[in-house]
T-cell receptor, first 115, second 111 residues
């Protein structure tokens, strides 16, 4: 199992550009999440999905969009990048509560800089 | 309202000592609690989970849960410099779909 994989590892964007952060998991997890982590801060939930075709906003969704067409993939789209979106982005996945250990597995992260 | 609170630290302990990391939570309905370790520049990795009141031991790590006091702790015995990292406490909410994470406590183990 590769677990949770994310691409790219690093990216520099200019203000106003757009990009998609890719996330794939091979553990057949229903639940998937996108977090951002700013230096010295905790994890902030951007969006989550409880299954293919179902997504919902987290704590800080503005400026982002997601889709979930398959169980495995959960891409995060940044439209019109702004310096405030400079951060490290983590994707995570887990089984639903009651269907196994409710432990979130994290991808390696994408370090994004917007200048 | 912050769901999970942790002291940001840094907590500095000498090598070989016991490191004690603490966490409080506000949702009385939370059932499961987790400790993640995050090295600088890396992603969080799960090191302990605890579901019942009391202690749970795994090697040098002991997680403690007191639901009446809404308190979770992590003890690291015989601390090593390689334990230097940020430790994130997380709780499973009574309702909702995502863990509530604290901001993390930075631990520094000095040789």
């Amino acid at each position: 199992n590769a677990g949770v994989t994310q691409t790219p590892k690093f990216r520099i964007l200019k203000i106003g550009q757009s990009m998609t952060l890719q996330c794939t998991q091979d553990m057949n997890h229903n639940y998937m999440y996108w977090y951002r982590q700013d230096p010295g801060m905790g994890l902030k939930l951007i969006y989550y999905s409880v299954g293919a075709g179902i997504t919902d906003k987290g704590e800080v969704p503005n400026g982002y969009n997601v889709s979930r067409s398959t169980t495995e993939d959960f891409p995060l789209r940044l439209e019109l990048a702004a310096p405030s979106q400079t951060s490290v982005y983590f994707c995570a996945s887990t089984y639903p509560p009651g269907q196994g250990a409710y432990e979130q597995y994290f991808g390696p992260g994408t370090r994004l800089t917007v200048t | 309202q912050k769901e999970v609170e942790q002291n940001s630290g840094p907590l500095s302990v000498p090598e070989g000592a016991i490191a004690s990391l603490n966490c409080t939570y506000s949702d009385r309905g939370s059932q499961s609690f987790f400790w993640y370790r995050q090295y600088s520049g890396k992603s969080p990795e799960l090191i302990m989970s605890i579901y019942s009141n009391g202690d749970k031991e795994d090697g040098r790590f002991t997680a403690q849960l007191n639901k009446a006091s809404q308190y979770v702790s992590l003890l690291i015995r015989d601390s090593q410099p390689s334990d230097s990292a940020t430790y994130l406490c997380a709780s499973e909410p009574r309702s909702g779909y995502a863990l509530n994470f604290g901001k993390g406590t930075s631990l520094l183990v000095t040789p």
